[in-house]
């Protein structure tokens, strides 16, 4: 029983210590719920935190209901990213960046399912691309978004 309540704060906290934070940029109601928040499509953004002038908006379904409201839903494996150079990019930093960094993870249910973003540096194109998609802790979801963002100069 400690070893199961050991594991439990160690996966909650190890979540937590990857979770960027992201600001919301608005909401759309899509189902109507009687008792608690509707079910809804969430817009968030967020920069990347090693490569300065690159943002990201991610859209995700958030579950409503009375699970949504108290914690206890288990949002969709669905979402949708785009990934903008929106000032200067330091073209010396790309070369250290390890592909399929975690740039980018939100919890989609109490402890077992998240939404991630991981870059990948494509040298030979000169571009940055993000991946968005969920996973669980015992089987994960194929569905996913892509986003490119080629390095540009910025003047």
């Not at 909401?27 to 990201?56: M, Q, R, W, Y």
Request: charged share 25%; with cysteine.
């Amino acid at each position: 029983m400690k070893k199961q309540i050991l594991l439990a704060v160690t996966i909650m906290l190890s979540i937590l210590a990857f979770t960027a934070s992201a600001e919301e940029i608005g909401d759309v109601s899509t189902t109507f719920k009687l008792l608690g928040a509707n079910h809804k499509i969430v817009i968030e953004a967020f920069d990347d935190p090693d490569v300065s002038g690159v943002t990201c908006h991610v859209s995700h379904a958030k579950t409503g209901g009375i699970k949504g409201a108290v914690g206890l839903a288990e949002d969709p494996s669905e979402a949708s990213i785009a990934c903008r150079q929106i000032g200067v990019i330091d073209a010396s930093k790309l070369d250290k960046l390890k592909n399929g960094d975690v740039v980018f993870k939100e919890s989609l249910s109490l402890i077992f399912k998240s939404l991630q973003v991981v870059r990948f540096y494509d040298k030979k194109r000169n571009v940055l691309v993000y991946l968005a998609y969920s996973d669980k802790v015992i089987e994960g979801s194929p569905k996913n978004s892509i986003s490119s963002v080629p390095v540009m100069k910025w003047d």
